[in-house]
Nanobody
Framework: QVQLVESGGGPVQAGGSLRLSCAAS????????MGWFRQAPGKEREFVAT????????YYADSVKGRFTFSRDNAKNTVYLQMNSLKPEDTAVYYC?????????????WGQGTQVTVSS
């Protein structure tokens, strides 16, 4: 079992920055494939970023590429999402997720989410 707890969300003005954290317990983030997702009001949940355990590269949605950075601190068992140059369209509930295998299409564990609100 893996428990995921996100934090770091809140209100921010356009152009500002936030860093989201996702603390994991039960298993280490180094052995699970971790990802960040978001869901805006009235929209489906969408992929934001992930670190591939196959090639150890980070991958991003086109909408956040160059602005968001995924990182991992194995010692703290935590993953982060640094978000810069935020835009109003980044407003959403952000979730971190974990799956046992990089080859799975679905994630096994989800956090409760943290709200990010970007005002213009």
């Amino acid at each position: 079992q893996v428990q995921l707890v996100e934090s770091g969300g809140g209100p921010v003005q356009a152009g500002g920055s936030l860093r989201l954290s996702c603390a994991a317990s039960g298993r280490t983030v180094s052995t699970y494939a971790m990802g960040w997702f978001r869901q805006a009001p009235g929209k489906e949940r969408e992929f934001v970023a992930t670190l591939s355990l196959i090639d150890m590269r980070t991958y991003y949605a086109d909408s956040v590429k160059g602005r968001f950075t995924f990182s991992r601190d194995n010692a703290k068992n935590t993953v982060y999402l640094q978000m810069n140059s935020l835009k109003p369209e980044d407003t959403a509930v952000y979730y971190c997720a974990a799956k046992r295998s990089q080859y799975q299409s679905t994630y096994d564990y989800w956090g409760q989410g943290t709200q990010v609100t970007v005002s213009s």
